[in-house]
């Protein structure tokens, strides 16, 4: 059977495509079906994605979409069925958790609930043998009930290595993960919900070998160039056994430069020093909030703002470039939690080389959106409205959208002054012209 799965690019175009297709493919090929991707770019017009789709013939379309690409998605589909008769899934995070939307617009015949390899494989061979969809776990017929999940798959090193050419990278940047699951409980965040969407059914939280994830890069680098590996897992630091005993068998075998995610709760200066030693050249954290409080009761994240600086100074005195993020507009939040962010980010300018700053948005399946929902804060017609990180679309009672404007402004005059300043004095008009057009374009398009 031929798949098609397309990667729906909004604002600009991410460097990597969504890896849950990558696997799915992997899955797919390994049982004789073909799988391809189609990029449709932020400048392609529905009518020319149409015809790149009729060119391939496929028997299915696949999307995995977060919710900031459903509308974008939900529009193309409709575009694609008024000329093309295929059938269409969706998975993902938004259709996981926003299940009934998805289904109730035209053209979606099926959705993927949770983890696809198993799932996708059996609806493939229902379509293909020309049986029932109904009945299938984690897959959701339109007009059919809800379906039964499955347990998620075990052990994560039977499965197939992701299809490189799912990904959409090359230049020898490899994309890689080592687990699927996260214990911690931040009430903004999607990932999480995995585990509560499972919790019925067996422990989402699974993490693959040092064997599995070294022959997978080892791989790679026989079949082609390996020169910068980005572990995308949210947080790479949890389980700090396995993470040092990584850090010793990466740096023997590899020491290929790397960067990861990481929460400074879940390193300490000894563990820094071994992540650099074995190669790590990059850590992102997630500060979010330089307000405690906001951390702790809003957020559920407890870390003080010593620990944090601590971890940042740690980091780069091992040699490790640092980028922080920062969230701006979380419901609960005053003025005055705003002002204590933007300060600490000012103060951990020293020490980190970037930071990312947006705007809060309440995905479907976090307890964030849940609590939007019981106060009333979101819009009524919420659901057709652009999910982006540059402007809040919530009615706050503490915090107005002209607050939240103002200091997304004030964010990103610090990131224009701080790029600047690290590109050195004798930078040339042009260049400076340069370095910030990119810094508007970028908090332009969130």
């Given at each position: 059977?031929?798949?098609?799965?397309?990667?729906?690019?909004?604002?600009?175009?991410?460097?990597?495509?969504?890896?849950?297709?990558?696997?799915?493919?992997?899955?797919?090929?390994?049982?004789?079906?073909?799988?391809?991707?189609?990029?449709?770019?932020?400048?392609?017009?529905?009518?020319?994605?149409?015809?790149?789709?009729?060119?391939?013939?496929?028997?299915?379309?696949?999307?995995?979409?977060?919710?900031?690409?459903?509308?974008?998605?939900?529009?193309?589909?409709?575009?694609?069925?008024?000329?093309?008769?295929?059938?269409?899934?969706?998975?993902?995070?938004?259709?996981?958790?926003?299940?009934?939307?998805?289904?109730?617009?035209?053209?979606?015949?099926?959705?993927?609930?949770?983890?696809?390899?198993?799932?996708?494989?059996?609806?493939?061979?229902?379509?293909?043998?020309?049986?029932?969809?109904?009945?299938?776990?984690?897959?959701?017929?339109?007009?059919?009930?809800?379906?039964?999940?499955?347990?998620?798959?075990?052990?994560?090193?039977?499965?197939?290595?992701?299809?490189?050419?799912?990904?959409?990278?090359?230049?020898?940047?490899?994309?890689?993960?080592?687990?699927?699951?996260?214990?911690?409980?931040?009430?903004?965040?999607?990932?999480?919900?995995?585990?509560?969407?499972?919790?019925?059914?067996?422990?989402?939280?699974?993490?693959?070998?040092?064997?599995?994830v070294l022959d997978e890069l080892l791989e790679i680098q026989?079949?082609?160039?390996?020169?910068?590996?980005?572990?995308?897992?949210?947080?790479?630091?949890?389980?700090?056994?396995?993470?040092?005993e990584f850090c010793h068998v990466y740096g023997e075998r590899?020491?290929?430069?790397?960067?990861?995610?990481?929460?400074?709760?879940?390193?300490?200066?000894?563990?820094?020093?071994?992540?650099?030693?074995?190669?790590?050249?990059?850590?992102?954290?997630?500060?979010?909030?330089?307000?405690?409080?906001?951390?702790?009761?809003?957020?559920?994240?407890?870390?003080?703002?010593?620990?944090?600086?601590?971890?940042?100074?740690?980091?780069?005195?091992?040699?490790?470039?640092?980028?922080?993020?920062?969230?701006?507009?979380?419901?609960?939040?005053?003025?005055?939690?705003?002002?204590?962010?933007?300060?600490?980010?000012?103060?951990?300018?020293?020490?980190?080389?970037?930071?990312?700053?947006?705007?809060?948005?309440?995905?479907?399946?976090?307890?964030?959106?849940?609590?939007?929902?019981?106060?009333?804060?979101?819009?009524?017609?919420?659901?057709?409205?652009?999910?982006?990180?540059?402007?809040?679309?919530?009615?706050?009672?503490?915090?107005?959208?002209?607050?939240?404007?103002?200091?997304?402004?004030?964010?990103?005059?610090?990131?224009?002054?701080?790029?600047?300043?690290?590109?050195?004095?004798?930078?040339?008009?042009?260049?400076?012209?340069?370095?910030?057009?990119?810094?508007?374009?970028?908090?332009?398009?969130?």
């Amino acid at each position: 059977m031929r798949i098609l799965f397309i990667e729906v690019d909004t604002a600009r175009e991410w460097a990597c495509a969504s890896i849950g297709p990558a696997f799915i493919a992997a899955f797919l090929r390994a049982r004789g079906h073909e799988v391809s991707l189609y990029r449709a770019g932020v400048d392609r017009a529905p009518e020319d994605i149409v015809s790149d789709i009729r060119e391939v013939v496929p028997d299915l379309l696949g999307f995995s979409l977060t919710t900031r690409q459903w509308l974008r998605a939900r529009e193309l589909v409709r575009a694609i069925r008024a000329e093309i008769d295929v059938p269409v899934v969706a998975g993902g995070l938004h259709p996981t958790f926003s299940p009934e939307q998805v289904l109730e617009s035209p053209g979606f015949d099926y959705l993927c609930l949770g983890e696809g390899e198993e799932p996708m494989l059996d609806l493939v061979t229902a379509l293909e043998s020309g049986e029932s969809t109904l009945g299938i776990d984690n897959i959701w017929t339109a007009g059919g009930s809800r379906p039964a999940l499955r347990p998620p798959f075990q052990p994560l090193d039977d499965l197939p290595f992701m299809e490189r050419d799912m990904l959409d990278v090359y230049q020898g940047c490899v994309h890689m993960t080592t687990q699927r699951g996260c214990p911690f409980p931040c009430t903004y965040c999607a990932a999480r919900m995995y585990n509560e969407l499972y919790e019925e059914t067996a422990n989402y939280g699974r993490r693959r070998s040092h064997t599995s994830v070294l022959d997978e890069l080892l791989e790679i680098q026989r079949n082609g160039t390996l020169a910068y590996v980005i572990f995308l897992d949210d947080t790479f630091t949890i389980y700090r056994r396995w993470v040092k005993e990584f850090c010793h068998v990466y740096g023997e075998r590899l020491g290929i430069p790397f960067s990861l995610h990481a929460r400074v709760e879940t390193v300490n200066e000894q563990l820094i020093g071994e992540l650099a030693a074995a190669g790590c050249k990059h850590i992102t954290y997630g500060v979010e909030s330089g307000s405690l409080r906001v951390r702790r009761d809003i957020m559920q994240r407890a870390a003080t703002n010593e620990r944090i600086k601590d971890v940042f100074r740690w980091t780069s005195e091992a040699g490790i470039m640092v980028t922080a993020n920062y969230m701006l507009g979380v419901p609960g939040e005053t003025r005055d939690d705003l002002q204590q962010t933007f300060d600490l980010a000012s103060e951990l300018q020293d020490y980190a080389l970037d930071f990312g700053y947006f705007v809060f948005y309440p995905y479907p399946g976090t307890k964030l959106f849940r609590l939007c929902v019981e106060k009333g804060y979101l819009p009524t017609d919420y659901l057709e409205r652009e999910a982006n990180n540059r402007e809040s679309i919530l009615s706050l009672p503490d915090l107005t959208n002209d607050d939240i404007a103002e200091y997304y402004d004030r964010f990103t005059s610090l990131r224009e002054r701080q790029s600047l300043e690290r590109a050195g004095a004798s930078l040339s008009d042009v260049a400076q012209a340069t370095i910030r057009e990119s810094v508007q374009h970028i908090a332009a398009t969130g």
